[in-house]
């Protein structure tokens, strides 16, 4: 092969885009990869990463706060916000660095430049000088991930109006805030600045706020944001924003009145749309739903040798979602035995507010609508010796069954570090684990997870703490 005549390319370098050129070069694969602007997407770059980075920050101001109740006597803290966020950039300077190497480990060829399709199996592509030049392959993985989606009422300027970037890099702590928007990204940073003493508001026009996770987890959770003192409208929507003397009046309608809240930023977080524009798939007759690119259970398209992984292929818009879709996609490609499709039951979700959020599978109110029998059973963390012993035992584990087979239907856990729990139940779910199974599980003492094991025999009628 050429120089410009490949295996596999892959446009996007994000956390689907990268895995799946390292797949593709271990399975044998002559592979490509093509990003405008730089490795590692914005999970890397303007999401995931720099966001725990920052919330690791607000972690250690909670810990400041409540130091007392250790018996520490902490007097006057100065904080910076400007070595905080450059505590966040380096953490994802050095992931984005990591993974060019990685590339260059596995001989993967990348190629910085806008990539457009001009025929089935080739693209063009375009550097930041203007430069162009062709290549090709039999294999093209589109993984372009998505973008913030915005408010026509509510229009983005990055000064009055952030978007997740300029919220990510603030040259100074707003004194009070109004996020638009309460699924993961909205409540994430709501609760990060509430953390770091910004006064914060959290509007969603939904009745809910976190929309897709079971009703008595956000409502727990909401509960705990206005404790911690923050202003939670639902129901509610922001119809127009004003720049008046140097600060933001948001006409919010609820379901009685319109409020005019005064609020020094306002940040737009109302999800995210398909990254699916100017790359010529029209041109090639691909098929769209809802705005992201169709594809099968196999991440093909309706264009036989076009794939699609990631954001831009729907929801659910998770970088593990994505990085499992590349892998599985390579190689189905390479004609690996035994591939098996995309479970979308078995993704669990993580949102890593104050208090965490994790789940996976049916939430309860879905589940009785899906026509189940369950069982339900619930464990608070406040029954649960360790949880007592860090002084954080606000939360819950919650856990679905089907009556009448014992199957594990969902999980739903909120308190401190579940995100680093809901992998247990992820397990127990593939491998089909059921409550009578879960319940003979040696769990080890005193840890968080003996809540896990507890609300398991509580939805068993059989817990022993409560």
């Known amino acids: 092969m050429s120089d410009t005549q490949f295996d596999v390319i ?6 689907g885009g990268y895995v799946a050129a390292i797949r593709a070069a271990q399975l044998g694969l002559k592979t490509a990869i093509v990003e405008e602007k730089h490795l590692g997407g914005i999970c890397l770059n303007w999401g995931c990463i720099p966001t725990k980075a920052l919330l690791s920050g607000a972690a250690v101001a909670q810990q400041l706060k409540h130091a007392g109740q250790f018996g520490f006597t902490v007097g006057a803290v100065d904080f910076d916000i400007q070595q905080l966020v450059q505590h966040s950039r380096q953490v994802s300077s050095q992931l984005v660095q990591g993974i ?45 991930g998505a973008k913030a989606a915005n408010l026509p009422q509510v229009p983005v300027d990055g000064q009055y109006v952030w978007s997740y ?20 990204i909205g409540s994430e940073f709501a609760s990060l600045y509430q953390d770091l003493g910004c006064q914060v508001t959290l509007v969603d026009i939904a009745k809910q706020i976190l929309p897709s996770e079971d009703a008595e987890v956000a409502k727990y959770v909401q509960k705990q944001f206005e404790q911690q003192g923050m202003q939670v409208l639902t129901d509610a929507a922001v119809q127009k924003i004003e720049i008046t003397n140097g600060q933001v009046q948001c006409h919010v309608e609820t379901s009685s009145e319109i409020n005019v809240i005064t609020v020094d930023k306002v940040l737009s977080a109302i999800g995210v749309r398909p990254n ?20 099968d259970q196999w991440c093909k398209t309706n264009v036989v040798g076009v794939y699609a992984i990631g954001d831009v292929a729907g929801a659910p818009c998770l ?7 590349a892998i599985l996609c390579v190689e189905k490609i390479a004609g690996v035995a035994n591939v098996h499709a995309l479970d979308r039951t078995q993704i669990p979700g993580c949102i890593f507010t104050h208090p ?5 599978g049916l939430t309860e109110q879905k589940a009785k609508a899906a026509g189940y029998s369950i069982n339900v059973g619930k464990f608070p963390l406040q029954a649960n010796g360790k949880a007592l012993a860090l002084g954080d035992s606000a939360g819950f584990i919650k856990t679905i069954f089907n009556q009448e087979t014992g199957e594990l239907l969902g999980a739903h856990m909120v308190g401190h570090e579940v995100t680093e729990h809901i992998q247990s139940f992820a397990i127990a779910k593939y491998l089909e684990a059921t409550d009578e199974s879960l319940a003979q599980v040696i769990f080890p003492h005193p840890t968080l997870s003996e809540a896990m094991h507890e609300s398991v025999l509580a939805a068993m009628q059989r817990a022993i703490h409560i």
């Open 10 to 15: 892959i446009i996007g370098a994000g956390p």
């Open 100 to 144: 060019g190497q990685l590339l260059k480990k596995n001989q993967v060829t990348v190629f910085t430049a806008r990539a457009q399709f001009i025929a089935k199996e080739q693209l063009e592509l375009t550097d930041a000088e203007g430069q162009k030049q062709q290549i090709s392959a039999p294999h093209i993985i589109v993984a372009t």
């Open 165 to 184: 970037k300029e919220a990510l890099i603030p040259e100074e702590l707003p004194k009070s805030l109004l996020v638009v928007g309460s699924g993961a």
């Open 276 to 295: 699916s524009q100017k790359l010529g798939l029209e041109t090639l007759g691909i098929e769209f739903e809802n705005g992201f690119i169709k594809v």
């Open 319 to 325: 970088a593990h979602k994505a990085s499992h879709e």
């Open 356 to 360: 965490q959020v994790a789940s996976i």
